[in-house]
């Protein structure tokens, strides 16, 4: 089974065009964690005990919230995920995190920050597998 955890540089090309210009970006995260965060290439940040997938993915948002914040963004829902109601069952997600952006440029902004870069490990220790949609209001008829 193919996981996915960061971006390609395609995808994030593709993205920061057709969102350019458009307002406001909400990322919607699906968010699979391991059963023990694996730290193995991010000693630098590896908690002093070993922790579950989930707690590195918390400690990541404690640490991201002041971050995301400075760029102008905020966190909308972090919340526990069921099975589909409309969907394939063999397919699950622990929790979902929808995330307000002003703007491309301010998602870039927050994913470009030094301060943001140091946590990243956090995350990808915690993380099994994750998608990320972003997703703009629709003004048509």
């Given at each position: 089974m193919e996981?996915?955890?960061?971006t390609s540089s395609d995808a994030a090309i593709k993205f920061y065009k057709a969102f350019q210009g458009k307002g406001p970006v909400v990322m919607l995260n699906l968010l699979k964690f391991k059963e023990v965060a694996d730290y193995s290439d991010f000693p630098e940040i590896k908690p002093a005990v070993e922790v579950s997938g989930?707690?590195?993915?918390?400690?990541y948002m404690k640490e991201a919230s002041p971050l995301i914040e400075k760029a102008g963004s905020k966190v909308l829902f972090y919340g526990k995920c069921q099975?589909?109601?409309?969907?394939?069952?063999?397919?699950?997600?622990d929790k979902v995190l929808l995330v307000h952006h002003e703007s491309v440029d301010s998602f870039v902004k927050f994913a470009k920050d030094e301060e943001y870069v140091e946590i990243l490990g956090h995350r990808t220790a915690g993380l099994m597998d994750c998608r990320l949609l972003p997703i703009t209001e629709f003004k048509g008829k």
């Open positions: 996981t996915y955890i960061h989930e707690k590195a993915y918390r400690i099975d589909y109601l409309i969907g394939p069952t063999d397919e699950k997600w």
